[in-house]
């Protein structure tokens, strides 16, 4: 029996799915609350943590006109970098000179008591950008302890992020729970006074608190020695439930979001977070349960969302703004490379030795090639725009024998059609350059897919000219924490980290294939596991093999969708 939120004039009514642990979430409703608007638009990826976001316009305005932090602000949009992504020194240095220009600022700002606390944020977010989530999470609390004037409820997602980001899970499943008992409690108080004010809680914050529970309990579960509880038990249950919740609630939510003219906005929000729940969701579901067919159902799922707001966006005449088209696109190619990571097996153990890979038939092939494909030309697009042609996927029309599965990896215009069938708006509001930048890296892990699809149909010479394309790619992300060595590796969180560390294990697996080029995969290998050592995965999995899946996982706040 479904749970109906009662609401104010003029707001929409919220039908929500009937769960066990739903009845909590009865007198949510959206949020609102107008909320400091960064000059360019956030960054809507799973790495992103929007930090800077808590920054008032005054705060803003005053860092700007001081030289120390008006450096840093340029670090953290993306105005100011290294554009040579193998001068990882320079960049280092840069990071470094911007930490001392803080320091700097600090002492200025002394007698200025919201200024001077302010640093710390700043210190946060720029530490963020760069994966020292443990330093971050230092200058956050600090920043906590100094100010007054924030919303500790919001701050609350963005340590617990942190935490998640550092590999300190239980920690951050100690901040999630901490935020859901105070909804349950709050939720409690105004159903006995029959409150419906302003003071209910909204959909997304619920749907964000359970889903940092659920993935928090997961990956305790998933780094635990590497081995799985046993299917059916209590935990796993506690972590499906957790997300199957966050997924219904925003999807009957935006459901009903859509009935009012007047909150197609938030309807597309409630979209685009349902979208990420139900990647997460068929995460989870393989992962955790050990479900293939009902993963990939999800992640179709997902696809089916991402038209519908595109479609929905012309029937209402709403026009879709850039940043976050661009966020549908990215997880367009998210849903498409799960799909095919898991049908081609690279979703275990099994990259890690050699000739580990499966055979696989070749209608499964065919098909994991025709998603691996779609995911690299969405990635085209976000790159170099929607009428750009890729190169890789040029060459993908040669260099095999095998006539069915080619002809799935070559271009075919039915690939588009879910694109084409209706002609949508975006505004052009300008992107930081970080956007680029990170979907490049991003895109490594669409090249190796496709690179793998030509691994099991023989084409070998194809197969390493995209893998190579993969490892530079994966190493263009221009901060972060790197590795020393001749193949630089930059990777700003643990999502990055995980595919750099994969193209290089699909490279690896490439070289067994010949017997001169067995040095090679030892270096490949080598590298991978330096990245889990000594980069922005260290700690992450606390030594333990992470699947590469959890690089499509989204972590998602309220503040993802300003």
């Known amino acids: 029996m479904s749970t109906t939120a009662s609401v104010l004039p003029g707001q929409h009514h919220l039908q929500l799915p009937s769960c066990r642990s739903m009845s909590i979430f009865s007198l949510f409703k959206p949020d609102h609350e107008e909320k400091p608007q960064a000059q360019t638009p956030s960054l809507l990826t799973p790495s992103a943590i929007h930090i800077s976001s808590y920054l008032t316009p005054i705060i803003i305005e005053s860092f700007k006109s001081l030289p120390e932090t008006r450096t840093v602000l340029d670090i953290i949009d993306g105005t100011r970098s290294n554009n040579n992504p193998t001068a990882q020194i320079e960049a280092n240095t840069l990071v470094k000179q911007a930490e001392e220009n803080i320091n700097r600022a600090r002492d200025i700002f002394q007698a200025l008591p919201d200024l001077h606390s302010a640093t710390f944020l700043l210190e946060a977010s720029l530490l963020s950008h760069v994966g020292q989530f443990e330093k971050a999470t230092w200058a956050l609390t600090r920043y906590q302890h100094l100010s007054s004037k924030h919303n500790p409820a919001t701050l609350q997602f963005v340590k617990a992020k942190l935490l998640f980001d550092s590999g300190k899970f239980t920690h951050a499943l100690s901040e999630y729970e901490d935020m859901l008992e105070y909804m349950e409690e709050e939720v409690g108080r105004q159903m006995q006074q029959h409150n419906n004010s302003e003071e209910a809680l909204s959909v997304i914050d619920g749907a964000a608190t359970l889903t940092g529970v659920g993935l928090t309990k997961f990956m305790i579960q998933h780094t635990s020695n590497g081995e799985a509880s046993t299917s059916g038990s209590s935990e796993e249950s506690e972590i499906i439930e957790s997300i199957q919740t966050a997924t219904e609630m925003l999807l009957e939510s935006r459901k009903d979001a859509l009935k009012s003219f007047n909150h197609h906005d938030l309807a597309l929000d409630l979209g685009l977070a349902a979208v990420i729940s139900l990647t997460n969701f068929g995460v989870v579901q393989r992962l955790a349960a050990n479900k293939k067919d009902s ?179 994966s190493s263009s992300c221009p901060f972060g924490q790197f590795l020393k060595s001749k193949t630089e590796v930059s990777v700003s969180s643990p999502n990055l980290a995980l595919i750099a560390r994969d193209v290089r294990l699909e490279y690896a697996l490439l070289c067994d294939k010949w017997d001169k080029r067995k040095g090679d995969a030892e270096k490949y290998r080598a590298d991978a596991a330096r990245i889990e050592k000594e980069g922005a995965l260290k700690g992450f999995g606390a030594g333990t093999s992470v699947s590469g899946l959890i690089s499509s996982l989204w972590l998602f706040s309220p503040m993802d969708f300003p």
């Open 295 to 473: 993963s990939i159902e999800r992640w179709r799922q997902g696809l089916e969302v991402l038209d519908q707001i595109l479609h929905d966006s012309v029937m209402s005449a709403t026009v879709i703004p850039n940043h976050k088209y661009q966020c549908i696109q990215s997880l367009r190619a998210r849903l498409h490379s799960n799909i095919a990571c898991v049908l081609l097996g690279l979703d275990g153990n099994n990259l890690r030795h050699p000739n580990g890979l499966a055979e696989i038939n070749e209608a499964t092939l065919k098909e994991a090639s025709e998603m691996a494909k779609k995911s690299l030309e969405v990635y085209d697009e976000i790159l170099n725009g929607p009428n750009a042609a890729s190169n890789d996927g040029a060459s993908m029309e040669t260099e095999t024998d095998e006539d069915d599965l080619s002809e799935a990896l070559k271009d075919n215009p039915d690939l588009d059609e879910e694109n084409d069938s209706d002609t949508f708006e975006a505004n052009d509001l300008k992107l930081s350059p970080l956007w680029t930048r990170y979907h490049r890296a991003e895109s490594a892990r669409a090249l190796g897919l496709v690179a793998m699809c030509y691994y099991h149909a023989g084409a070998a010479v194809t197969s390493e000219g995209l893998l190579q394309s993969a490892l530079d790619a």
